[in-house]
């Protein structure tokens, strides 16, 4: 696989350097919270220089943003934390509105995992290094007032959600996929494939003809994130039914 932007660059040297310290201290390792592309470069690269002593954990099974460690022996803990923030459920609040409320005492993005909103309650997953300080200085979430404690992880809001629907689909290729899940023509799949507005398993793919597989990852620039989820069939047309997760 092809690095070539300098933001890529930068983070396979954080990760040479990552695995140079966690040898040399013979101690765990943790990056930040990294995106699911981060995530994919991460296990791409690891394995390539047989590092197999890593795992990646956002504090709840099904986290998108997660941690990367590395360990020399044995497993620890990942530095995470939950805080649950309790207000009104009158009060409309929006993944947006707590990203915003952290990011204005100064909080670095990389420090803050997923962020999962229902009615009237919010979990947000963080470092916890800084757990203490947001509990401390945050009050308020926009002018909605907030009670912020270290939450029960047991059952979290079922944040932003999803909807799964079935496709009859004449291949697997990326294309016919792509044309399925937006309702647009092959052709205008085809450009927008092309125009780089596409990424399988996090990593952009310009190739309208790539066979897409089960469990794959499609991430379609303004129309959101899909997984294809099974293959259900055929009609009797020869087309194949598939099964599409789409998180919204």
Known sequence: MAYTSDNDKLFLSKLDDGVYLCNKRQQPYFFPFLTEREQAIAKTYLDSICFKQYMFFGGYDAAERKLLGLFFDEDKP?????????????????????LGALMSLGIERETVGDILVEDGRCVVFVNSEISDYIISQIYKVGNVGVKV????????????????KEYTVPSLRLDAVISAVTGLSREKSKRIIQMGNVTLNHFESQNPSKQAEVKDVLT????????????????KKHRIRISIIHYR
Do not use: C, Q
């Not at 404690?149 to 799964?164: A, I, M, Q, W």
């Not at 997984?227 to 259900?232: D, S, T």
């Open 78 to 98: 990942f530095p995470i934390a939950a805080l649950d923030f309790a207000f009104r459920k009158s009060d409309t609040l929006t993944h947006r509105d707590f």
């Open 149 to 164: 404690s270290v939450s029960n992880t047991d059952n979290l809001p079922k944040g932003r959600g999803f909807e799964e």
């Open 220 to 235: 379609i620039r303004g129309k959101g994130k899909y997984v294809i989820n099974g293959v259900l069939g055929e009609t």
